[in-house]
């Protein structure tokens, strides 16, 4: 048997090569027609560019990670995990291979509740290959199918792939999170002004939304300019219906539960519990609820052992803000002021407007919010069904459906899909940057109040 080391080389080699492989792939050389659903089948798209670029890049860089961990993670996991990560890179390797010459998506073989449901939703689809498939789904059971290759070892079940990503998107960004917790603790306790510094807050936490691991192929990036650039920042919030959004969660008749559907780990996490202590200081909410992922998701996104290891980090610091605002919010936890919710639905590859069919359940518990929040790209993509509708169709027509309770979106336009915008407004965009929709350099505070209750 060869050295341990030269297996690892050997695999490294193998992943690295295969990036050249190609076959035929049923494309399309045009944008994506309006009503469409995103899909690499359309090669001037964005979903093209992630799943023929971006995913593989993912995937590789994934390997690379394990490789250069293999001894810290034999430390934590045992001895056995190392010879199983063997096993491990090669099923990431097949399924990067899998993804680059457009082989049908699998059945997802585990004994999970959420497979089931997988694999029923792949197999109602007209389209099973990765770029052919709605892009959603397609990503959506890439990140599943990972899951899936933990769940087949004996000691790496609880291994998030993603988690040394994470963790270092937050520490390359303590000096903004250290600039944001003196300004929170000095606000808190300031009763002046109440609505123009929620507003400032909602919109530092929408900013916050660029720190996306996924969007940057898993490179931590610099989030320490929001707070200096807020006010230039102003002409890119191309649909702001921030004042809806105060006078919703403003309102101090019936419910006092606000809902928060979390995106990224890191700094936006930092900026979505700013906004949520906010939201309780001033009494606008009795109850903040947290939706949080199940599973290793997007690269980024925010699971419990990610949302319970950032207060660890706060209560650690020297920094007394930081200090403060970690023994303050885990206070919140404790007493069940914040309360931290995981549900299958948030994995699974069903848009929104599907919840109420799909988890009845969730969507009644939502709709016990007076307001549900709904952070970055992909709660986006999912509460307009993936679809390229014309950027002027109003937010609610785009919601088709979905409304447990009244919905607001804050989210960074990093892909070719948008609703909501005045007429003229896309185009004029284009025509001075036709990428604008995939740079993350514009964003939106949406609203909508067409609450629709199930009987």
Known sequence: MRPLNSLFFAACCYIYTMCECTEDVPIMDITTPRNASLSGFYKRSFAYFTIKERLPRILTQSIDILVRNKEEIGKEYGENAKEELKTVIGEISKLKYEIQTNKPMQEIRSDAPDAKLYNEFVLQQPNKTYFTAVWLHAECYMYRRIREIFEQTQSLQSYDLFQIQKRSSFEANLAAVLQLSKYLVLKLADGQDVKSEFIKLLKLNLWGNQCDLSFSSGIVEDCSDWFQILDSLQPNIVSDQSEDVWSAVSDTNGSQIIDIVLDNSGYELFTDLCLADFLITH??????RIYVKNMSWFVSDVMKRDFDWTLRQLLASDDKDMKYLGERWTKYLVDKVWVIIEDDF?????DYS????????????????KVVIFKGDLNYRKLLGEKNWEPSTPFNVALQGFGPSKVVSLRTVKCQLICGLEPGVAEALSSKDPDWESTGKYGVIQYCDDIRKLD
């Open 283 to 288: 009494k606008f909410a009795r109850s903040i």
């Open 346 to 350: 948030f994995t699974l590859p069903h």
């Open 354 to 369: 599907l919840m109420a069919a799909t988890a009845p359940a969730l969507y009644r518990q939502m709709a016990q919010a």
